[in-house]
């Protein structure tokens, strides 16, 4: 990917945070707009996020807080090459602090979503189709989401790639191993792209 683009895609990423933040706000407040009580595992917003132009689809949940932990949630990202009743297929997660911050991009084994899954070299090119043009929740959360996508679309390949190794690692049945669940994280600041 061009330095230009993923320059372009942080500006856009500081772009969006910087008018929520002015209205004290951010893509977690956005994003939970008008919820009172925070459901583990609910989505959210309830029914997801469709763009029927791209297929691109995501939702938020949290699971149960833990000590530690910095993590409020994360952002599933999906796309559905096929359209809305078409195979779905995930692409990547964002790991959120409690301000809407980006703590960490991480892959997640098929179990976990329920997806159609995909190995990643069918999935790599999918990333750049990801491309969320929607007015809610919110206009900025939707383009927050896509320069994220773009802003890190090499440590995505490479979240992908880590993943196929850890499953391949574990056998024929690992899909669904109920064992494993992150199979790969990035945690921008840091150098490397960690198998979990």
Not at 48 to 53: H, I, L, N, R
Not at 176 to 192: H, N, T, W, Y
Request: aromatic content about 8%; charged content about 20%; overall charge negative.
């Amino acid at each position: 990917m061009p330095n230009e683009a993923r320059e372009q895609a942080l500006a856009e990423i500081a772009f969006c945070e910087a008018i929520l933040a002015k209205g004290g706000l951010s893509v977690l407040s956005e994003t939970l707009a008008g919820v009172t009580d925070i459901d583990a595992f609910a989505h959210y917003p309830a029914g997801d996020v469709f763009d029927p132009a791209s297929n691109a689809q995501w939702y938020y949940h949290c699971h149960p807080a833990t000590e530690g932990s910095d993590e409020h949630g994360h952002f599933h990202c999906f796309l559905r090459p096929d359209g809305a009743d078409g195979p779905i297929h995930h692409l990547v997660a964002i790991g959120v602090d409690a301000r809407g911050q980006l703590l960490r991009l991480f892959t997640v084994n098929q179990w976990v979503v329920g997806d159609d899954w995909v190995d990643a070299a069918t999935a790599i090119p999918l990333l750049s189709r990801f491309d969320m043009q929607m007015p809610r929740p919110s206009y900025l959360v939707n383009r927050w989401l896509t320069a994220i996508l773009v802003a890190y679309e090499p440590e995505i390949i490479a979240l992908l790639q880590a993943r196929d190794r850890a499953l391949s690692a574990h056998g024929t049945d690992a899909r669904q191993d109920r064992s494993l669940e992150v199979l790969s994280e990035f945690r921008p600041g840091s150098s490397a792209t960690a198998p979990v």
